[in-house]
């Protein structure tokens, strides 16, 4: 899964990505000193048998590796407390996911439960005939543990009735994560972390020469594009862009500006970076799961993640000593914040199930104060249920990552809930490829060596393809404008609030 956050309003191809969910997963507490989950809620309570008197297997799939010892407890818990129900579970990498969902939907094989990939929009899913509404099998006691805001038309609504539940709290999971030790072994002070493009570069070369062949200055799980283009429009929304995963275009230019000064300028950070040797020489061959074991043995300086690698290093590198950053900005300085996304829609229910409610009491147990405060605890997510981060965070890094996306992100306005009938134009947009991220990785990878003619050429079909898409719309009898996506009461540096939506003209 990814954390208690993460994760992302989710437009087709490379114009939005899920929070989330691109991201790696959630990660596992130590257990030593969080406890084990125990899987107690409103609906256990009630009934200690499935609803039904027969046997019943229910499904789950899902890529929330970093959470798999506590889902494991989780899993052994539920069936011991409601005998009838077998729980089958399945947990894949994200990119293995997006492939075999859309196949098991196909063949008529979906599973009971399952997230919505992250390139897919909510609305596109439901057109699909994936999900079902939920709402027959929850009820306002449920409803109401969620934090403000989890339940929004557009976002994880359609017309009214719920579709999906999020994940976790929206944070960004583009921060930097730093090896302290190998900053001292480079002659870097550990608390005082690189805060520009050039120091940033300049830090992850001495680190690169200080290993010697044994540590690099970064690592990144290369094979996931989803990573590549978070951090080619987080950073460079911290410089401007006004690129976020909400929108396929720039609040700022009302346009596809990837190919703006500010995308350009991060991709020439992963050019110098990699023109210096600094890159960890497995990137471009693994998963992020597998470039935060390698960060977690002392083999690279920096890392790209979300909040809930914590956990897992806490478990299995509890002598690692890192501690986390804000993304490096222009030498110019910051002109921008990093873009936090309404809450995203992650888990549903298949439109095939023949075991609804049995699947609605798994909903009820894995979103219950108990088994969320064990995630938190342990460094796995930022909980979307009410007071839990208040009262479960112990991690001093965990407190220190939720503390730095507060400074440094804002909530940008999600133009589906301004206007919910945009739907239609999610459904109708087309993928666009290669993305934003293919190019950051083909940069990387060395086989584009000046991006400004694909980021271009992709910004030119973003916007086209979107017009299509409103086009499309609009003669299936949507009420849609380009206008829809343009916010003249959006300011870069403040949360974009429920007062914003109704204000805007």
Same mark, same amino acid.
């Given at each position: 899964? #990814?954390?208690?956050?993460?994760?992302?309003?989710?437009?087709?191809?490379?114009?939005?990505? #899920?929070?989330?969910?691109?991201?790696?997963?959630?990660?596992?507490?130590?257990?030593?000193?969080?406890?084990?989950?125990?899987?107690?809620?409103?609906?256990?309570?009630?009934?200690?048998?499935?609803?039904?008197?027969?046997?019943?297997?229910?499904?789950?799939?899902?890529?929330?590796?970093?959470?798999?010892?506590?889902?494991?407890?989780?899993?052994?818990?539920?069936?011991?407390?409601?005998?009838?129900?077998?729980?089958?579970?399945?947990?894949?990498?994200?990119?293995?996911?997006?492939?075999?969902?859309?196949?098991?939907?196909?063949?008529?094989?979906?599973?009971?439960?399952?997230?919505?990939?992250?390139?897919?929009?909510?609305?596109?899913?439901?057109?699909?005939?994936?999900?079902?509404?939920?709402?027959?099998?929850?009820?306002?006691?449920?409803?109401?543990?969620?934090?403000?805001?989890?339940?929004?038309?557009?976002?994880?609504?359609?017309?009214?009735?719920?579709?999906?539940?999020?994940?976790?709290?929206?944070?960004?999971?583009?921060?930097?994560?730093?090896?302290?030790?190998?900053?001292?072994?480079?002659?870097?002070?550990?608390?005082?972390?690189?805060?520009?493009?050039?120091?940033?570069?300049?830090?992850?070369?001495?680190?690169?020469?200080?290993?010697?062949?044994?540590?690099?200055?970064?690592?990144?799980?290369?094979?996931?594009?989803?990573?590549?283009?978070?951090?080619?429009?987080?950073?460079?929304?911290?410089?401007?862009?006004?690129?976020?995963?909400?929108?396929?275009?720039?609040?700022?230019?009302?346009?596809?500006?990837?190919?703006?000064?500010?995308?350009?300028?991060?991709?020439?950070?992963?050019?110098?970076?990699?023109?210096?040797?600094?890159?960890?020489?497995?990137?471009?061959?693994?998963?992020?799961?597998?470039?935060?074991?390698?960060?977690?043995?002392?083999?690279?300086?920096?890392?790209?993640?979300?909040?809930?690698?914590?956990?897992?290093?806490?478990?299995?590198?509890?002598?690692?000593?890192?501690?986390?950053?804000?993304?490096?900005?222009?030498?110019?300085?910051?002109?921008?914040?990093?873009?936090?996304?309404?809450?995203?829609?992650?888990?549903?229910?298949?439109?095939?199930?023949?075991?609804?409610?049995?699947?609605?009491?798994?909903?009820?147990?894995?979103?219950?104060?108990?088994?969320?405060?064990?995630?938190?605890?342990?460094?796995?997510?930022?909980?979307?249920?009410?007071?839990?981060?208040?009262?479960?965070?112990?991690?001093?890094?965990?407190?220190?990552?939720?503390?730095?996306?507060?400074?440094?992100?804002?909530?940008?306005?999600?133009?589906?809930?301004?206007?919910?009938?945009?739907?239609?134009?999610?459904?109708?947009?087309?993928?666009?490829?290669?993305? #934003?991220?293919?190019?950051?990785?083909?940069?990387?990878?060395?086989?584009?060596?000046?991006?400004?003619?694909?980021?271009?050429?992709?910004?030119?079909?973003?916007?086209?393809?979107?017009?299509?898409?409103?086009?499309?719309?609009?003669?299936?009898?949507?009420?849609?404008?380009?206008?829809?996506?343009?916010?003249?009461?959006?300011?870069?540096?403040?949360?974009?609030?429920?007062?914003?939506?109704?204000?805007?003209?």
């Amino acid at each position: 899964m #990814v954390q208690k956050r993460k994760y992302a309003a989710l437009f087709i191809g490379s114009a939005l990505i #899920v929070q989330g969910l691109t991201a790696c997963s959630a990660s596992n507490p130590n257990p030593n000193s969080t406890g084990t989950p125990v899987a107690t809620g409103t609906a256990g309570d009630k009934a200690q048998t499935s609803t039904s008197g027969e046997k019943v297997t229910l499904r789950v799939m899902d890529w929330a590796d970093s959470e798999k010892p506590f889902r494991e407890k989780f899993i052994k818990d539920f069936e011991a407390k409601y005998p009838n129900i077998k729980i089958e579970y399945t947990l894949m990498s994200v990119d293995q996911f997006q492939n075999t969902i859309t196949t098991a939907i196909k063949s008529g094989d979906a599973p009971d439960l399952y997230p919505i990939p992250g390139n897919m929009s909510l609305s596109m899913a439901v057109k699909g005939e994936w999900y079902q509404p939920l709402d027959p099998y929850i009820d306002d006691a449920f409803k109401n543990q969620f934090a403000e805001g989890a339940f929004v038309e557009g976002s994880t609504m359609l017309n009214g009735k719920i579709y999906s539940i999020p994940a976790m709290a929206s944070v960004p999971s583009t921060l930097v994560f730093y090896n302290k030790q190998l900053f001292r072994d480079a002659g870097l002070d550990p608390e005082n972390p690189p805060k520009t493009y050039t120091e940033f570069r300049q830090a992850a070369k001495k680190i690169t020469e200080a290993g010697k062949g044994k540590a690099y200055g970064i690592i990144e799980g290369g094979k996931q594009i989803g990573r590549w283009k978070l951090a080619a429009m987080d950073w460079s929304a911290l410089g401007g862009s006004g690129l976020n995963q909400q929108s396929p275009i720039s609040l700022v230019t009302h346009d596809a500006n990837y190919d703006g000064k500010e995308v350009l300028d991060v991709m020439n950070v992963f050019k110098g970076l990699k023109d210096d040797g600094s890159f960890h020489p497995k990137t471009m061959s693994i998963s992020a799961p597998e470039a935060r074991a390698l960060f977690g043995e002392g083999q690279a300086g920096f890392i790209l993640q979300g909040e809930w690698s914590i956990g897992v290093w806490k478990r299995d590198n509890p002598n690692l000593d890192f501690g986390v950053m804000a993304p490096p900005v222009p030498d110019a300085g910051q002109k921008g914040f990093l873009p936090r996304s309404s809450y995203s829609p992650w888990i549903g229910m298949s439109k095939t199930t023949k075991h609804p409610k049995e699947a609605a009491l798994y909903l009820k147990e894995y979103f219950n104060k108990d088994y969320q405060s064990v995630l938190v605890k342990a460094g796995d997510r930022f909980s979307i249920l009410k007071e839990v981060n208040e009262s479960s965070s112990e991690i001093p890094q965990f407190k220190q990552y939720y503390d730095i996306a507060q400074k440094y992100s804002r909530l940008v306005p999600n133009p589906q809930i301004r206007n919910p009938e945009l739907a239609s134009v999610y459904g109708n947009y087309k993928d666009v490829q290669p993305g #934003v991220g293919d190019i950051l990785q083909g940069v990387v990878a060395g086989a584009i060596k000046e991006p400004n003619t694909a980021l271009k050429q992709f910004s030119d079909i973003v916007d086209k393809s979107l017009d299509t898409a409103i086009a499309k719309a609009k003669s299936e009898g949507a009420k849609v404008d380009k206008n829809d996506f343009i916010f003249s009461n959006w300011s870069s540096d403040k949360n974009y609030s429920q007062q914003d939506y109704k204000s805007i003209q």
